[in-house]
């Protein structure tokens, strides 16, 4: 079997049905593909949707649960079972294009060592409407050309035929499974933040991995956002850094204490009143800065609070 498509999903039964529609109507052989639905611990009716496609018999489709561990240890549960020599990750509201895993294969025929992996391009879906802070989250060079794109940054691809670690995106990727063998998603990650990054570094830095990147092997994201989530989602990240800090101190992803104070002075209520206000006056950057600088105030409280605890 060429490809084992793996799939980590919790409580999102809907969007996890259209995602197994797309890759139904896959221009790519049925038998050279199989599909591995890894169930965090749903309470919806997640395996009801995994067993009506598994009757219907698109592709080999196997359905794994655990109780709520995170994505990273759902992954390494997949690969425990992975026939297929490629092994492509996306994400349960990932949408894939008819011709999605031929470019994966085809990017993995012409580089064939072990440890070249490829990274698709993950765009919006075109149903959704998008707005500033969808924005702000998929764009890095957003501020100063350096800052932004807390879950996306292709941007700064653009017209580059590799990537760093950096951009070891989980939603689009792919890898050949003897070097994920060798390095799986480390465990001690089990809430959200850095899991596949630290993966993505301990790769490059132990088998100089070469991540290619293919714009034609596209996934669209189906995940409305608006900055509620920025806080939880910027605290969790906080709270992971120490953990990838306590592994790889050189990447300095808890930043020292100079940065730190500089980081909570530009992100105290007075400034982010003020951005907020400006934002409301005006278009543009505004939006960005007040979004950025909101982030950083709720990444530096996870990781106080994490301190605290320890």
Not at 152 to 181: C, E, P, Q, V, W
Not at 220 to 236: G, I, K, Q, T, V
Request: glycine share 6%; with cysteine; net charge positive.
């Amino acid at each position: 079997m060429q490809l084992s498509v793996i799939i980590p999903t919790y409580n999102r039964s809907e969007i996890l049905a259209e995602c197994l529609e797309h890759l139904a109507g896959q221009h790519f052989v049925k038998g050279e593909f199989e599909v591995i639905v890894v169930d965090d611990g749903s309470t919806d009716d997640t395996r009801k949707v995994v067993q009506n496609f598994q009757r219907k018999r698109f592709f080999p489709l196997m359905y794994l649960f655990q109780k709520n561990r995170g994505q990273g240890i759902a992954r390494n549960k997949a690969l425990a079972r992975a026939k297929g020599k490629i092994i492509v990750f996306i994400g349960d509201d990932i949408f894939v294009t008819q011709d999605f895993l031929r470019e994966h294969v085809e990017f993995h025929r012409k580089y064939l060592k072990e440890n070249e992996a490829v990274l698709g391009l993950t765009l919006w879906d075109p149903r959704l409407t998008i707005n500033p802070f969808m924005e702000f989250m998929t764009r890095g060079g957003l501020i100063f050309g350096r800052f932004g794109g807390h879950q996306f940054a292709y941007d700064r691809l653009f017209g580059k035929k590799m990537a760093d670690f950096h951009f070891f995106y989980t939603s689009n990727i792919s890898l050949k499974r003897s070097l994920l063998l060798k390095h799986s998603f480390d465990e001690d990650f089990s809430s959200y933040g850095w899991e596949d990054i630290e993966l993505g570094y301990r790769l490059t830095k132990f088998e100089k991995m070469k991540l290619y990147y293919n714009n034609k092997a596209i996934g669209y994201h189906y995940h409305p956002m608006d900055e509620s989530s920025l806080e939880s989602r910027m605290m969790a990240i906080g709270k992971s850094a120490h953990i990838i800090h306590a592994k790889h101190p050189e990447l300095h992803k808890v930043p020292k204490i100079w940065k730190r104070f500089i980081l909570q002075f530009l992100s105290s209520s007075f400034f982010i009143r003020f951005f907020d206000r400006m934002r409301k006056k005006r278009e543009g950057k505004w939006h960005f800065l007040y979004y950025y600088f909101v982030s950083k105030r709720a990444f530096l409280k996870g990781l106080r609070d994490i301190k605290r605890r320890v």
